[in-house]
């Protein structure tokens, strides 16, 4: 079965240092993997994917996340963080087990919460 | 603004009572997720229609219904409602194709009291 683990529940990090928010992934087959955010009292909002090419995807808002076979693993980062940074972050990956592979449902990490201090 | 809108934004009802939730997606995506967010459970998904019809099913309760129109909008229904049904219910929808990403609506709250 696909699963995304999200080890950490909280990540605080001064303003203008740089965060890693860390994913890590089991599928079986090719891993779609996905970032999304999501502020106070909103909906997702997507930040990246990676299908396939380059490990290091870049995306909105100044983040990027590095893709790593052998280490299953999708971590988001940013060189510099700013206040307004601070939400809830969303790993996913891809679900193509039912739905004859013509599906993108999405099974989602726990999320961890970004707490950047001024 | 991701251009999918779900009405009402917040919603307060009984225990034993049905609502409908409403989603209509971003103009030109045949796709219709509705996903669970609840503290304990996290974000669920719970079903998906493509162009009017069912395409993949996940841990919705059989108290539970949905259905997309011609139109593509799309309805989740929740019946014999419960207290643990109380939480936030997400639609989302994305492009033809694999491997697009879901553009989500800013949820429904449901409070069931």
């Known amino acids: 079965a696909q699963s995304v683990a999200q080890p950490e529940d909280q990540v605080n990090v001064a303003e203008g240092n740089p965060l890693t928010v860390k994913c890590t992934y089991s599928?079986?087959?090719?891993?779609?993997l996905f970032w999304y955010v999501q502020y106070p009292n909103r909906g997702l909002q997507f930040l990246l994917k990676?299908?396939?090419?380059?490990?290091l995807v870049k995306g909105s808002y100044g983040f990027e996340a590095e893709f790593n076979k052998s280490q299953t693993s999708f971590h988001l980062k940013k060189p510099s963080a700013l206040v307004s940074d601070s939400a809830l972050y969303f790993c996913?990956?891809?679900?193509?087990?039912?739905?004859?592979?013509?599906?993108?449902?999405?099974?989602f990490g726990t999320g961890t919460l970004l707490a950047v201090q001024p | 603004d991701s251009g999918v809108t779900q009405t009402p934004k917040h919603l307060i009802t009984a225990t034993g009572q049905r609502v409908t939730l409403r989603c209509s997606p971003r103009s030109g995506d045949l796709s219709v997720y509705w996903y669970q967010q609840s503290l304990d459970q996290g974000l669920q998904f719970l079903i998906q229609y493509y162009n009017g019809e069912e395409r993949a099913k996940g841990n919705i309760l059989e108290r539970f219904s949905a259905q997309q129109f011609p139109d593509l909008h799309s309805e989740l229904n929740l019946s014999s409602l419960e207290l643990g049904d109380s939480a936030l219910y997400f639609c989302?929808?994305?492009?033809?194709?694999?491997?697009?990403?879901?553009?989500f609506g800013q949820g429904t709250r449901l409070t069931v009291v």
């Open positions: 989302a929808s994305s492009p033809r194709g694999q491997n697009t990403e879901a553009f």
């Open positions: 990676y299908i396939t090419g380059d490990n």
């Open positions: 996913a990956v891809r679900d193509a087990s039912s739905g004859g592979g013509a599906t993108n449902k999405l099974i």
């Open positions: 599928v079986s087959g090719n891993p779609y």
